[in-house]
Each structure stands twice: as C-alpha cells, then as structure tokens.
C-alpha cells in the first residue's frame, strides 16, 4: 500500500478526517502562507438555469468557500463513522460492479425526444429535449418531527496544526431554528465568538435561499434576511460556518432549520407584482433564426400571464412545453437596425397587478462580425495543439445561439462541456437521467468538427441533494456507477475527460467534500481506475484551479501526482484552471510547474482561461496575459491544448470583469488578435 498521509502528528483531529498530503510537512516547517496570485478562486460553474449565471462569491473578505463535508441542503450535517484512509492502493484492480446496481441503470424514459418547432437556432442537426416529467427531489423533505427534534449538533473541523485545549473552536451566539409565517421578514443574525477573545471569527454560508439576503452588518456578524412566501412552506436548512481568526482551516459549522408556515389568513400575504426575466438585451446577426426564451414569474407562485406588445413582423409565439411559466418567441430578422419589445407579465389573481420590461435586439450585418486573417483553430492545428472554448448550456435556446455556435465552431477545434455533464444536471434522483444537453453539445460538435472535452465526472459541488444524502458505505459504489453510466454513453464521442475536479484546498490538503469524507484520499484512484475501465481510450485529467503558479496548492497538487503515478493509477494528464487577472506576471513560476508535471509523464491542458480587467487595466495587459500563458504553451511540448472558459463576454462567468477574447457584441479585442499572432508564428 502506497500512504499518502504523513506521521499522526500532521493528521487532522476533531472529525479524524485525514487531510494531509506529501509536501505539507516540508510547507508547514517553512511556513508558507496561502498564493498571492490575483487568480480568483473559480467557483467556476453558472447555475444550469439560462439565464442565471453567477458565480458563488463569499462576501468580501470571507475566507474560500471550500465546502466541507457532512452538511448539505436538506440533510444533516454528520461526522465520518470511521477515519476514511488517506492510502491509495498499489494496481489493485476494482471490484465489478455489483448486479443488480445500486440504483436503476438509465432506461427508455431517460433517452430524450426530439424537440420540434420552432424552439431553437440549431439547422445542422435535429435538436433533442429530455422527457416532460416531474424529477425535483423530494427525498430526504423535512417533516414536523425533524424540526421538533430541536437544534443539529455543532460540527467541528479541527486541523492537526490545532490543539483545542489552546485554542477553541468558534461558536455562535444564540443560534437557535427558527419559525416564519409566510409573507413575514425574517432576520436571523450569525454572531460568531472566539472563546480566546484572538479576534473575529469568518464567516461563510452554504447556500442562500431564493429571493434571500446575506448581508455584512460590519460588526462582526452577518444576517441572513428572507420574506419566505408561498412556494416556501415547509422546513428547509441553512448552514453558515465560522473560521478561527487564527487557523482559518479550524471551522464551527452550524445548520439551522427554518419552517415557513402558512398564516391562517393568506390574505396578509403580500401580492408582489409579477416579472419578465429569463431574457437581456442581445447583439444578433441579420437573416439568422432568434429564438428568445421569455419568462413570466411570480414569487407568490402563481402562473402570470405573458403579453408582447410589439412582436417583431413575423414572428411566432409557441408555449414551452413543460414549463408554463415560459414562452418562446421566434423570428428571423430581414434587415439591420434596433428591434425593441416592449414585454408584460400579468398578474394571475389580480390582472391590474403587472410588471413590464423591454429589451433589445441589435441587429448587425454579416459583415459586422468579419474577423481578419486566419481562424484560430486552423492556426493551432498548424501548431499541433488544440485551442478549445467552454460552450454555454443550451446556447441554442439563446437569441444569438447561432451567431454564438458559427463563430466558436469557425475559431476553436475543441470545445468543452461547461454544464451539460454536472452530475445535479445529468442524474438528479436516483436512476433518473437527462442526456438531452450533452447529447445536442455531441451532435453540434460532430457537425462542426470539434472534438469534446468532458467536464467534470467527479466534483465536490454541484451535486444532487440524494447523493449528498446516501449513506458513506454506499458512496464509492454510487460514483462507480455515475462514472461507468456517463462514460458508456459518450466514451466514443468524448475523447478527453475531467475525470476528478477540485480535490484540493488552498493550502494544498484535501478537501473535506462528499467523496472525501466516504472514501479518504483513495476515492481520487478510484474514479480514474473506473474511468480507464469505462473509457479504455479516453485521455483522463485531474483537473484544478491556482495551481499553475507556485504556493502551497501547487505543492500538494504536485505530490497528489507523484503519489498517483507510484500507485499506478491511471492518470493521463493535469488541467490546469488559469482564471487570472490582467496584472499576471508569475510566468516563470508556471513555466516550472508545467515542466514539473511534464517530468512526471503527464499531459498539460489549459483548461479553463481567461482573464479580468480589473480597476486600472486595460484590454492590453489583457492580451499580453493571453499572449504569454499561450507561449507557454507552445513551448512546452507535453501542453496539448489551451482553452478559454467562454469566449464572449456576453456569457463569461465573470461577465463584469470583461474577461474574455471577444466583447458582449462579438467584436474581437485585443486578446484575439494576440492569440492570433502568437499561434501564426514559429
């Protein structure tokens, strides 16, 4: 057996979750602090619903928002039963799988069906939708009983480095569950307190309810504030966890539950207005198909009603069909100019009670989007490398779907699912499957010529509540079988997988995440192993984020390496997530952590790129960053491919920081026109 733990001393206490890996020992006796890279941590993924793409951000000031394992959305925060190992077995081939599985392999009523009408931008293949069926997730819903139980027990995080008899934990001041009628405010204040009086404890929530506010009260404590109206009745959970002021990885996490109740008379509820959301301002290209997904919503959950006022000449209005709340509007646009709609969404139960919006469509000729010289793709293939892009979800429900889908097949050979494959998204109850996404992403690449890049197969976020909830023992099996099912539909159209994301924290140790906390650091193994065994021929990363520069993240990912190839695991390469800011300059520190991985026998991929302009930049330093990281890349002979996250600012995860190579309106910038130049050179 190969351990990848260091001696007991270095081993995390508290939930005696081993946490340690190869060179923290040499980080700790050299008291490395955390990068001071101006990468952001990319929480990287858009939630699946179009329209909705923020990212999760802490709160200024709040330490990462790593998030540690036992709580989740509508479960109960619990400890491991037993210390998962931090070994990794040495070539031991994997059990079979057991038969019958765990849960229902995907049958006929996963297999999507073709879409029709005119519901998309797509002409080179037949669209597919999944099946209209109810998949939300009701298992584990919180009855009467589970809230009279009373308050959950604290969890608490204990790094080796900590000793509690020295140092407490933080605990929170009158944290108690709480009862809301619907329709009222409710404030809930987090007061963290470190007993050794050292300072103020961090804080960070897990995920904020809809339509909710997590605000900084500026003294020391946060609130969360929620009118709850009626779609909200029930119970549900919130978890915020606190940080030691001195040992940031020394954490009190804490979940309370909230039941929202019905008043007795549902009169006092307030009626809010309904809105017209789902749908922004868009630049479009003239004689191509807009398709516009227009939603009428109402947070007392009723259906409004959906007025277009001035529909473009010749347009076609079709019913969404699952959602009623939805309606599709599609047109083709004969000339150049502005086309405005005014939009009015009427209220169900008092029909004086609306909301409007109006949005834009600008319509430019072809002419407009012309991009001189030679397409990118064509020049890295010269280069032997490939130049790929992430591909927003279902972007061929979007107004500009196909001026998006011409230009990233015209630019990029290679294009990487961004959402279509999260686990939440693909399998969201047990033996319940949507492949519709993924399956018009495959079909779209075929047409265009791009090879697929699949993300991710293995995260610690964006996870269905049910999987979240199995029980530890049953945890390998469950990843096993997602992992298997995934790759037997796509292994012979997706050559090259994410096959685990994210395992690591900041400081180089592994995160405490849903896999972790079942299988120690040998489930890292495991997913490769079942990977190889599903997809014999596919390339298969470990892919991760602020390890590109040096510090102690790129340390541990280092020595994650070298311990997976001594266990001869089947790993083939790193992806390298670079989300940078346009005042980058550590290239030597990237050049050297590329060759490092290149030494091992691994494959470099740039997965996910780009990079901000932050206040006082400009588009130029910009370019210089793509420009140089691209370098690397080509200098380096075991780099493979280099991909931006995105390629329009329109729908960049981080769309405020401009960050991308062509701007909200398609116009290439600076950074295009380096790539471009970098790529036609020797």
Same mark, same amino acid.
């Given at each position: 057996?190969?351990?990848?733990?260091?001696?007991?001393?270095?081993?995390?206490?508290?939930?005696?979750?081993?946490?340690?890996?190869?060179?923290?020992?040499?980080?700790?006796?050299?008291?490395?602090?955390?990068?001071?890279?101006?990468?952001?941590?990319?929480?990287?993924?858009?939630?699946?619903?179009?329209?909705?793409?923020?990212?999760?951000?802490?709160?200024?000031?709040?330490?990462?928002?790593?998030?540690?394992?036992?709580?989740?959305?509508?479960?109960?925060? =619990?400890?491991?039963?037993?210390?998962?190992?931090?070994?990794?077995?040495?070539?031991?081939?994997?059990?079979?799988?057991?038969?019958?599985?765990?849960?229902?392999?995907?049958?006929?009523?996963?297999?999507?069906?073709?879409?029709?009408?005119?519901?998309?931008?797509?002409?080179?293949?037949?669209?597919?939708?999944?099946?209209?069926?109810?998949?939300?997730?009701?298992?584990?819903?919180?009855?009467?009983?589970?809230?009279?139980?009373?308050?959950?027990?604290?969890?608490?995080?204990?790094?080796?480095?900590?000793?509690?008899?020295?140092?407490?934990?933080?605990?929170?001041?009158?944290?108690?569950?709480?009862?809301?009628?619907?329709?009222?405010?409710?404030?809930?204040?987090?007061?963290?307190?470190?007993?050794?009086?050292?300072?103020?404890?961090?804080?960070?929530?897990?995920?904020?309810?809809?339509?909710?506010?997590?605000?900084?009260?500026?003294?020391? =404590?946060?609130?969360?504030?929620?009118?709850?109206?009626?779609?909200?009745?029930?119970?549900?959970?919130?978890?915020?966890?606190?940080?030691?002021?001195?040992?940031?990885?020394?954490?009190?996490?804490?979940?309370?539950?909230?039941?929202?109740?019905?008043?007795?008379?549902?009169?006092?509820?307030?009626?809010?207005?309904?809105?017209?959301?789902?749908?922004?301002?868009?630049?479009?290209?003239?004689?191509?198909?807009?398709?516009?997904?227009?939603?009428?919503?109402?947070?007392?959950?009723?259906?409004?009603?959906?007025?277009?006022?001035?529909?473009?000449?010749?347009?076609?209005? =079709?019913?969404?069909?699952?959602?009623?709340?939805?309606? &599709?509007?599609?047109?083709?646009?004969?000339?150049?100019?502005? &086309?405005?709609?005014?939009?009015?969404?009427?209220?169900?139960?008092?029909?004086?009670?609306?909301?409007?919006?109006?949005?834009?469509?600008?319509?430019?000729?072809?002419?407009?989007?012309?991009?001189?010289?030679?397409?990118?793709?064509?020049?890295?293939?010269?280069?032997?490398?490939?130049?790929?892009?992430?591909?927003?979800?279902?972007?061929?429900?979007?107004?500009?779907?196909?001026?998006?889908?011409?230009?990233?097949?015209?630019?990029?050979?290679?294009?990487?699912?961004?959402?279509?494959?999260?686990?939440?998204?693909?399998?969201?109850?047990?033996?319940?499957?949507?492949?519709?996404?993924?399956?018009?992403?495959?079909?779209?690449?075929?047409?265009?010529?791009?090879?697929?890049?699949?993300? =991710?197969?293995?995260?610690?976020?964006?996870?269905?509540?049910?999987?979240?909830?199995?029980?530890?023992?049953?945890?390998?099996?469950?990843?096993?079988?997602?992992?298997?099912?995934?790759?037997?539909?796509?292994?012979?159209?997706?050559?090259?997988?994410?096959?685990?994301?994210?395992?690591?924290?900041?400081?180089?140790?592994?995160?405490?995440?849903?896999?972790?906390?079942?299988?120690?650091?040998?489930?890292?193994? &495991?997913?490769?192993?079942?990977?190889?065994?599903?997809?014999?021929?596919?390339?298969?990363?470990?892919?991760?984020?602020?390890?590109?520069?040096?510090?102690?993240?790129?340390?541990?990912?280092?020595?994650?390496?070298?311990?997976?190839?001594?266990?001869?695991?089947?790993?083939?390469?790193?992806?390298?997530?670079?989300?940078?800011?346009?005042?980058?300059?550590?290239?030597?520190?990237?050049?050297?952590?590329?060759?490092? &991985?290149?030494?091992?026998?691994?494959?470099?991929?740039?997965?996910?790129?780009?990079?901000?302009?932050?206040?006082?930049?400009?588009?130029?330093?910009?370019?210089?960053?793509?420009?140089?990281?691209?370098?690397?890349?080509?200098?380096?002979?075991?780099?493979?491919?280099?991909?931006?996250?995105?390629?329009?600012?329109?729908?960049?995860?981080?769309?405020?920081?401009?960050?991308?190579?062509?701007?909200?309106?398609?116009?290439?910038?600076?950074?295009?026109?380096?790539?471009?130049?970098?790529?036609?050179?020797?």
């Amino acid at each position: 057996m190969m351990n990848l733990s260091l001696p007991a001393s270095f081993r995390l206490g508290g939930n005696a979750i081993h946490r340690v890996i190869g060179l923290c020992l040499v980080l700790i006796l050299a008291g490395c602090s955390s990068s001071s890279s101006s990468s952001d941590n990319p929480a990287e993924d858009m939630p699946v619903n179009p329209g909705t793409q923020m990212p999760d951000d802490g709160g200024a000031g709040d330490p990462p928002t790593a998030e540690p394992g036992g709580s989740t959305s509508g479960g109960t925060p =619990t400890a491991p039963l037993e210390e998962p190992s931090t070994d990794v077995p040495v070539n031991v081939p994997l059990a079979p799988l057991p038969n019958p599985p765990l849960t229902p392999a995907p049958g006929a009523d996963s297999e999507p069906v073709r879409a029709s009408g005119p519901v998309s931008t797509v002409r080179e293949f037949f669209l597919v939708r999944n099946p209209d069926r109810n998949l939300d997730d009701t298992f584990g819903t919180l009855t009467d009983a589970d809230f009279d139980a009373g308050p959950l027990p604290a969890v608490i995080q204990t790094p080796d480095s900590v000793n509690p008899l020295t140092n407490a934990a933080p605990v929170f001041e009158n944290l108690n569950d709480v009862e809301v009628f619907a329709g009222q405010e409710l404030t809930v204040v987090f007061k963290p307190i470190d007993p050794d009086g050292a300072g103020i404890p961090g804080l960070f929530p897990n995920a904020i309810p809809a339509g909710a506010r997590y605000v900084d009260n500026f003294n020391g =404590t946060r609130s969360l504030i929620w009118r709850p109206l009626q779609p909200q009745v029930g119970i549900r959970e919130f978890t915020i966890t606190a940080t030691d002021p001195v040992a940031p990885f020394y954490r009190t996490q804490r979940t309370i539950r909230i039941k929202v109740k019905m008043p007795s008379d549902p009169s006092t509820i307030v009626n809010l207005p309904p809105v017209v959301n789902l749908i922004r301002d868009h630049t479009v290209r003239v004689n191509d198909p807009v398709v516009a997904y227009i939603k009428a919503d109402d947070q007392n959950g009723t259906v409004p009603s959906l007025e277009i006022l001035n529909p473009p000449p010749g347009a076609t209005i =079709t019913p969404h069909y699952s959602d009623p709340k939805i309606t &599709i509007l599609s047109f083709v646009p004969r000339t150049t100019g502005d &086309i405005e709609m005014r939009l009015l969404a009427r209220d169900a139960d008092d029909d004086t009670l609306t909301g409007s919006r109006t949005v834009k469509f600008e319509v430019l000729s072809e002419q407009a989007f012309q991009r001189p010289g030679a397409r990118l793709r064509e020049l890295a293939a010269a280069r032997d490398v490939l130049i790929g892009y992430a591909s927003l979800l279902g972007f061929y429900e979007r107004p500009d779907g196909a001026l998006y889908a011409d230009i990233a097949a015209e630019e990029f050979n290679l294009v990487t699912t961004e959402n279509s494959l999260k686990w939440d998204l693909v399998n969201p109850l047990p033996g319940q499957y949507r492949w519709a996404q993924a399956d018009n992403l495959v079909a779209h690449a075929k047409a265009r010529r791009q090879a697929v890049h699949g993300h =991710t197969l293995l995260w610690h976020r964006q996870l269905p509540g049910w999987i979240q909830r199995t029980p530890l023992a049953d945890r390998e099996i469950h990843m096993r079988e997602f992992i298997d099912r995934v790759l037997q539909r796509y292994g012979n159209d997706i050559p090259i997988w994410d096959v685990v994301n994210e395992a690591l924290e900041e400081d180089g140790t592994f995160r405490q995440s849903t896999w972790f906390e079942a299988m120690g650091a040998s489930f890292i193994d &495991i997913a490769f192993r079942q990977a190889r065994l599903s997809a014999p021929n596919a390339t298969l990363l470990y892919n991760d984020y602020d390890v590109s520069f040096d510090g102690p993240k790129a340390d541990g990912l280092i020595a994650l390496m070298q311990s997976l190839k001594d266990a001869g695991t089947p790993v083939d390469g790193v992806g390298f997530q670079m989300h940078l800011d346009a005042d980058f300059d550590r290239y030597d520190e990237v050049a050297g952590n590329f060759q490092t &991985i290149a030494d091992m026998d691994l494959d470099i991929y740039i997965t996910e790129f780009d990079v901000s302009i932050r206040a006082g930049q400009t588009e130029e330093q910009q370019a210089d960053v793509y420009e140089q990281v691209l370098s690397l890349c080509l200098d380096q002979p075991r780099c493979k491919a280099f991909q931006t996250w995105g390629f329009t600012d329109m729908y960049s995860w981080r769309r405020q920081f401009n960050p991308l190579i062509m701007d909200n309106r398609y116009q290439v910038k600076p950074a295009y026109t380096a790539l471009q130049q970098r790529l036609s050179e020797n």
